[in-house]
C-alpha cells in the first residue's frame, strides 16, 4: 500500500524541494535564488498525462544579508542579437531617450557611441547542463562538473573552503580541487569514499597547468 499524506492526493506533487527551501528559511537562512538546471539530455519518461520532467532546483541560500558573491567569475557572454538590438535602441527620440525612472541609462542601454559595448551579462537562473556521461563504479547519480563549477566560482573565493555534506562520488572535491579551492566532503558510504579519493587523485589544479591564467577566478 502507497503511503498516504493529509492534504495529498495520489498523483499529487509534494513540493519537496520548496518545503525544504521554506523550512531553511523559517530557521533563519536567507533564500536568494531558485536556479533551474535544465536537462538537455533528460531521462525519458513513459507517462501519458503530465511532460517528462527535465529539470532540479539548486537554491541559493545565505546565512546572513551580506554575503560572498563573485558575480564576474560565472558571467555568461552578451549574445551578437542583444546587442545590436541596444544599439538600435539607443536614440534621442527612442522610447528610452531619458532612461527609465529609478534605473540609471548604462543599466539599459550601451553608451550612445557604442565605444564601450558590453560583451558579458550576468549569469541567469536556467543553466542548461547536460548530465554526466561519465560512470564511476558502484554509483550512478554524479553531479557534472559544469553544474559545479559556477557554485564554486561564485561562491568561494581562491583558497578558501567548500563543503559538501553529501559527497558521493566526489565531484565537488574535484572541481574544488581543479578551480584552486580547498573542500570537505561528508560521506557515509565507504565505496563512495574510494570512488572519489581516486578521482581527486588524478585532478591537476589549474595553477599547475601549463598556460594558466593567474586571473582565473
Known sequence: MPKKWKGIKAKDMIGIPWSLAFSLRDDGWYLRSDIIWQKSNCMPESVKDRPSKSYEHIFLFAKSKKYYYDYE???????????????????????????????????????????????????????????????????????????????????????????????????????????????????????????????IDEVIPQKDKEGYNEEIK
Not at 573542500?183 to 565505496?191: A, K, T, V
Open 73 to 199: 567569475a560565472i558571467q555568461e557572454p552578451v549574445a551578437p542579437e542583444t546587442i545590436a538590438r541596444l544599439k538600435r535602441a539607443v536614440s534621442d527620440v527612442g522610447k528610452y531617450a531619458n532612461g527609465v525612472e529609478g534605473q540609471p541609462m548604462q543599466a539599459i542601454f550601451l553608451p550612445r557611441d557604442h565605444s564601450e559595448e558590453r560583451t558579458m551579462r550576468n549569469k541567469r537562473d536556467v543553466w542548461t547542463v547536460s548530465t554526466n556521461s561519465y560512470r564511476a563504479d558502484g554509483h550512478f547519480a554524479m553531479y557534472p562538473e559544469k553544474l559545479i563549477e559556477p557554485c564554486i566560482l561564485a561562491g568561494c573565493p581562491i583558497g578558501g573552503v567548500v563543503l559538501d555534506p553529501f559527497f558521493g562520488s566526489g565531484t565537488t572535491g574535484v572541481v574544488a580541487k581543479r578551480l584552486g579551492r580547498e573542500y570537505i566532503g561528508i560521506e557515509l558510504n565507504p565505496e563512495y569514499c574510494q570512488i572519489a579519493e581516486k578521482r
